[in-house]
């Protein structure tokens, strides 16, 4: 209804262009809104209160011009001046049962659109360095870019998903140093495992398979490998220099070779291991892209060389500076330590660039809440490269908080103390988990309830959604043990039949669904469509209390069955959108 209006909208607004009551080289913006009062119509929009000073005018003889410019058609009945200068729409109450003849012709692509046609957009999310499975509080940041992802694609936009592998700097070392430790166990060497190192149970897993798989090939006496090492924090001394020191003595002991057999087992594994996590979950991506890549292509430093021609570079206590604060970041940042070894942010820098070398028109990043204060830095890159950075949009996520009970989860995968993503699947389900991620906005907090995920009550949301659609189906299947004809086409001529307040109010619900799954996409809202499908299933669950489907009335039965099946064809598509089943037995 509400497109259909629009374009009689649009059409009023070319009259008026063409009587030159409005300007030719204004574009208004049109603002329409479903009326929250009958009483007020079905829509309203403030039109006549934005283009009247544009076109001195007053909004009440704007409106008064619009109405009289507006097509005649049936499908609206009514059109009403109100307060200052908003105008009511009244649409024709037959109007409303076209939605369910559009649902069932459209089926599974009901709802979409092309929006976005023409528009190519980079979605990168997740990103967790590879130094340990994923735990539960990525999964947010997983299902959320999944999701905006998938709703961007279904409103036209060519959307392209990719993972930015950390692949390089000193975390990896820390992981292949860990590992390497590990297999000196393995073989017997009694070495104090530093309190700065992965301490996870991955950890000694891989280890214990490169032993299975070399033997002592990599094996070193524990006295040259602790020979001169620092001290570290439980004996008084610096956790960081005494891992810093063990990663050089690994690179020193092993050489460059076997130091990269190590390096390239431990990312293979977990990286193997992420993969995998996230295709289970239902998270899929067109492009693993490497950081070492970066660098052995020299994009990294023909990004700084880039920069350094735009004159936002300068040497200062032996380390390479960019000049962000310059381009409204709160200080300088450092490219390139006084070892000669780029920083992360360099890297990050390079990145960015080859994104937009790529010719993307939208970059969408999915971060942590806690990388708030990486954007203006990123951002102030983007536009010492000259690139426009308003192409860049950062949507932050806050890590979701597990209880068990009143005792919340610790969550450290230095320590190894977490609940993986996979153990969470494991325990409340793919489809649960998908669900409460997306509930709430990316940036509000929010407590994981393990009990409710797994309860099957009302008060579960995902329960709650999925029961209308195997309702639904159970309807199905109680017509077909009846006996009863279901050629539901018979039906369609009937739709009128449809008057109680529970079935008017599953028409309005139904013909909003496009227009749900239209702001869900554009603003990278996905729980705008969580909402929806929560109370599109509220107002079946309530009319299936109140009325009888299988009615002896062939025609009133045909309708209700035309309308709960334009139901649970809506209930399917915005749950396949979200990545979770469509259940037909609960």
């Known amino acids: 209804m509400k497109q259909q209006l629009e374009a009689l909208i649009q059409q009023a607004i070319d009259t008026l262009k063409n009587t030159g009551v409005i300007a030719t080289d204004v574009t208004p913006k049109i603002n329409l809104d479903r009326a929250r009062d009958p009483a007020h119509g079905d829509f309203a929009s403030n039109l006549a209160l934005i283009l009247a000073k544009q076109n001195n005018s007053t909004p009440r003889v704007f409106a008064e011009q619009f109405i009289a410019a507006l097509p005649k058609n049936e499908f609206v009945t009514k059109v009403e001046i109100a307060g200052p200068g908003f105008i009511n729409f009244f649409v024709n109450p037959n109007a409303r049962y076209q939605i369910i003849e559009k649902i069932h012709s459209a089926g599974q692509q009901f709802g979409l659109s092309k929006i976005g046609a023409g528009k190519k957009v980079q979605v990168e999310f997740v990103s967790a360095n590879p130094t340990g499975p994923l735990h539960v509080g990525h999964g947010r940041g997983a299902v959320y870019g999944s999701v905006v992802a998938d709703l961007l694609a279904?409103?036209?936009?060519?959307?392209?998903?990719e993972y930015y592998v950390n692949d390089a700097g000193r975390q990896m070392d820390i992981l292949t140093t860990s590992i390497w430790l590990r297999y000196l166990e393995e073989c017997g060497e009694v070495i104090p495992f530093p309190s700065n190192a992965y301490r996870g149970?991955?950890?000694?897993?891989?280890?214990?398979?490169?032993?299975?798989?070399s033997q002592n090939e990599y094996?070193?006496?524990?006295?040259?490998?602790?020979?001169?090492?620092?001290?570290?924090e439980p004996a008084g001394g610096d956790k960081e220099k005494h891992i810093d020191a063990l990663i050089e003595r690994a690179k020193t002991l092993l050489g460059s070779?076997?130091?990269?057999?190590?390096?390239?087992?431990?990312?293979?594994?977990?990286?193997?291991?992420?993969?995998?996590?996230?295709?289970e979950f239902g998270v899929g991506y067109q492009q693993w892209f490497s950081e070492r890549k970066l660098m052995d292509d020299g994009a990294v430093a023909e990004a700084l060389h880039r920069l350094e021609k735009t004159?936002?570079?300068?040497?200062?206590d032996g380390a390479t500076w960019f000049a962000s604060s310059r381009?409204?970041?709160?200080?300088?940042?450092?490219?390139?330590?006084?070892?000669?070894?780029?920083?992360?942010?360099?890297?990050?820098?390079?990145?960015?660039?080859?994104?937009?070398d790529r010719g993307f028109d939208k970059i969408i990043n999915i971060w942590g809440s806690d990388h708030h204060g990486y954007i203006p830095r990123v951002k102030a890159a983007l536009q010492a490269l000259g690139a426009d950075e308003s192409k860049l949009s950062v949507l932050l996520v806050q890590f979701a908080v597990l209880w068990r009970g009143d005792e919340q989860v610790q969550m450290s995968t230095r320590s190894g103390e977490f609940v993986t993503l996979r153990q969470l699947r494991n325990e409340v389900g793919k489809d649960a988990a998908r669900f409460f991620y997306v509930m709430r906005k990316s940036e509000?907090?929010?407590?994981?309830?393990?009990?409710?995920?797994?309860?099957?009550?009302?008060?579960?949301?995902?329960?709650y959604v999925q029961y209308a659609h195997a309702r639904i189906c159970s309807v199905l299947r109680q017509l077909d043990e009846k006996g009863l004809p279901r050629d539901l086409s018979l039906g369609m001529q009937n739709l009128t039949l449809l008057t109680q307040e529970h079935e008017i109010n599953l028409l309005t619900a139904l013909s909003r669904y496009a227009e749900v799954l239209e702001k869900a996409a554009l603003q990278y809202e996905p729980h705008v469509l969580i909402h929806y499908l929560r109370d599109l299933a509220h107002d079946f669950h309530t009319?299936?209390?109140?009325h009888q489907f299988l009615v002896d009335d062939v025609a009133l039965r045909n309708a209700r069955l035309n309308l709960i099946c334009a139901v649970k064809q809506v209930l399917h598509n915005g749950l396949t959108l979200l990545g979770i089943n469509s259940p037909e037995v609960m």
């Open 311 to 316: 004159g936002f570079l300068y040497q200062k």
């Open 201 to 213: 149970a991955y950890v000694r897993d891989i280890a214990a398979t490169i032993h299975h798989n």
């Open 543 to 546: 009319y299936y209390n109140a």
């Open 444 to 463: 509000q907090h929010m407590d994981f309830d393990l009990k409710l995920a797994t309860s099957k009550s009302n008060d579960n949301p995902v329960y």
């Open 154 to 161: 279904a409103v036209g936009f060519e959307v392209h998903r």
């Open 327 to 356: 381009l409204g970041d709160e200080k300088d940042r450092v490219v390139v330590r006084e070892n000669g070894q780029g920083t992360y942010f360099a890297s990050d820098i390079a990145y960015h660039m080859n994104k937009l």
């Open 257 to 279: 070779s076997q130091y990269r057999d190590l390096f390239q087992a431990g990312l293979n594994g977990i990286l193997d291991d992420i993969k995998q996590d996230l295709e």
């Open 219 to 232: 094996r070193r006496p524990a006295e040259l490998v602790m020979e001169d090492i620092p001290a570290d």
